[in-house]
């Protein structure tokens, strides 16, 4: 464990003015040799396209500077502070504020975030789904907010999670039972003999649904904004649920069409009514055929006029949209959507809302427009009656049908499978002492291609944020019909999370992709650090050349090589890849005397 120091500015102005000038006349010698001299290179030859390997040495930083304390929770693009600073023109109605806003490259921090003073390692799974450490997230809110909800409570150095929610008092676990006998689910097991395997969790609070889901083999994507409870994601990262930073607003959400079997809304405090139901279209674009809407709301049930009016509008609505009630009970409404296209085809014309156009593409989410209409399925989808995904378990190893949208046979994805099903066990022999069995819980696979990745770690006790470039291929729709879970990105931008939040990045030729498209390498590399725990491991796989300058900004980012070595070429392009598997070390800042490793 290190100790750093922030760098400081010279409190001198004559002292700095003198360095300044020194500086101006040393950085003008150097470019007038360099004018004379076209044998130079630079680091990285972004103009090429192409890594050289024979960079200056002085290309590579021998120290990052640490950022400010403040900064210890920082999101880059969902930068309050930055919406304010820049200005921006945004629809708070509409929940733009709570959107992606990246800064520009020069508005940049460039800087380590450093963790909260008294950071601890956080508490293993499963213990960690019911506790978690107050040091590492020093916000106890929400303990007083929800006080009367069970969401959290604040016990000595730890911060308990009972299972509670707005709606569900007596604990997540009983909840999810009542959902599924209202849907006559065997022995009410909401997984319904692994059929229904990804759910979508609004307005998620600290995501102890999605957490009480996972017993019954259920993934859920909890998602909430970072609102005035601003740290709900956070807390749920850091008990090992699966989470994102996201909101119901004007994009559509960056999942592809027919994700989920299941979304789910308890008091999540949205209008669906607003803008023509564009939001419950949203949900609708989301769900598989026959997938199902659990709605647990005053609406459902109260009897004042204003609940009864929503009630009867978002009953008309979701009636025009072809879903129908499968359960009501108490408080929670469940509907399901249908089938096939037979019910929007019966539809009288000119009915709101419309079928979207036959050249819209349901699976174009990356910046895109939410759009008030209903997307229809393909014929295929039609004639089958349903997804065609095999149930789970078998699911992760089946191939699904959408295959076919890329021209990938059944063979190709089983070699796919067998390729990564090796790779995943030469990577964990070097570092098999040093990752025990519950060392390692929240995994990020930062280019996830077919999934197969996550899928090789099945049985080692973690879940995957499979990351699909969002300018190539969009296979996350695969990586979804496999009941994995992921979403689209640009790593040229900051990721939707909150710094410390993964103990595993898997770095697949990413870098190469990056200097192919004119990004900052090293922004990147300090991305990566933002979003990685302390003692936290990156994979990294791709050209032997990009290693090898990865590996020197090492030092500087404070990262320890564990293991470096080439491979074999068992790819078709028989490309000279290499792997360097990186440890973070733990280290603190001047300000953060203390931290515990236990």
Avoid at 118 to 134: E, N, T
Avoid at 303 to 329: H, N, Y
Wanted: charge should be positive; aromatic fraction near 10%.
């Amino acid at each position: 464990m290190a100790r750093m120091a922030r760098g400081r500015a010279d409190g001198n102005p004559r002292k700095r003015l003198v360095t300044t000038v020194l500086v101006l006349f040393i950085v003008g010698g150097l470019v007038y040799l360099y004018s004379r001299n076209s044998g130079s290179s630079s680091s990285i030859e972004y103009t090429s396209k192409s890594l050289n390997t024979g960079e200056e040495e002085s290309a590579v930083p021998k120290t990052i500077p640490v950022c400010d304390d403040r900064h210890s929770e920082l999101i880059p693009c969902l930068d309050r502070n930055l919406i304010y600073q820049t200005r921006l023109k945004l629809d708070l109605t509409l929940m733009e504020h709570y959107e992606r806003h990246c800064p520009m490259p020069e508005r940049r921090y460039n800087c380590l975030i450093p963790p909260p003073p008294g950071y601890k390692i956080p508490i293993k799974w499963p213990k960690s789904r019911d506790q978690v450490w107050r040091a590492n997230i020093p916000h106890t809110h929400l303990a007083t907010e929800k006080s009367d909800q069970n969401w959290m409570v604040v016990k000595g150095e730890k911060i308990v999670f009972p299972g509670g929610g707005t709606h569900f008092h007596r604990g997540a676990d009983k909840y999810i039972a009542s959902i599924a006998n209202m849907l006559n689910f065997p022995n009410n097991n909401i997984n319904n003999g692994g059929r229904l395997r990804n759910v979508f969790d609004v307005g998620c609070g600290v995501a102890s649904f999605g957490g009480y889901l996972l017993s019954s083999d259920v993934m859920a994507m909890s998602l909430a904004p970072n609102d005035v409870h601003e740290n709900q994601i956070q807390f749920a990262l850091e008990r090992g649920i699966p989470a994102y930073l996201g909101v119901l607003g004007t994009l559509r959400q960056p999942y592809p069409s027919r994700s989920f079997e299941l979304a789910h809304c308890s008091r999540c405090r949205i209008d669906w009514l607003q803008r023509d139901g564009i939001l419950l279209l949203e949900l609708d674009r989301l769900l598989r055929p026959g997938g199902y809407f659990v709605y647990s709301s005053p609406e459902a049930y109260a009897q004042d006029e204003e609940d009864r009016r929503i009630w009867r509008e978002m009953s008309a609505l979701v009636g025009r949209m072809c879903w129908k009630v499968a359960a009501k009970k108490n408080q929670t409404v469940i509907w399901v959507k249908p089938l096939t296209n037979d019910c929007y085809l019966k539809r009288e014309p000119d009915t709101q809302p419309p079928l979207c156009s036959s050249d819209d593409d349901p699976d174009a989410v990356w910046g895109i427009k939410m759009k008030a209409c209903i997307s229809r399925y393909s014929d295929q989808v039609h004639k089958a009656r349903g997804s065609g995904l095999s149930p789970w378990p078998a699911r992760l190893t089946s191939p699904p049908p959408r295959l076919a949208d890329f021209n990938y046979s059944s063979e190709m994805f089983e070699k796919d499978m067998d390729i990564w099903q090796q790779r995943v066990s030469n990577y964990w022999k070097p570092i098999g002492n040093k990752i025990k069995h519950d060392t390692i819980r929240n995994v990020m696979d930062m280019k996830a291609n077919l999934g197969s990745f996550a899928a090789a770690l099945k049985d080692k006790g973690v879940w995957v944020m499979n990351v699909v470039p969002e300018n190539g291929p969009n296979t996350l729709k695969i990586i979804y019909d496999r009941g994995l879970l992921g979403t689209l990105h640009n790593w040229c931008e900051a990721f939707s999370t909150y710094p410390r939040t993964y103990d595993l990045l898997h770095a697949w030729t990413i870098f190469s992709d990056i200097i192919e498209k004119e990004c900052s390498v090293q922004d990147l590399l300090i991305e990566m650090d933002r979003i990685l725990r302390p003692k936290g491991f990156i994979i990294i796989r791709d050209k032997r050349s990009v290693v090898l300058y990865i590996k020197k900004f090492l030092p500087a980012l404070h990262w320890d090589a564990v293991t470096k070595s080439n491979v074999e070429h068992d790819s078709d392009k028989g490309e000279d890849d290499a792997v360097l598997i990186i440890q973070k070390k733990m280290w603190l800042t001047s300000e953060s005397v203390r931290v515990s490793e236990n």
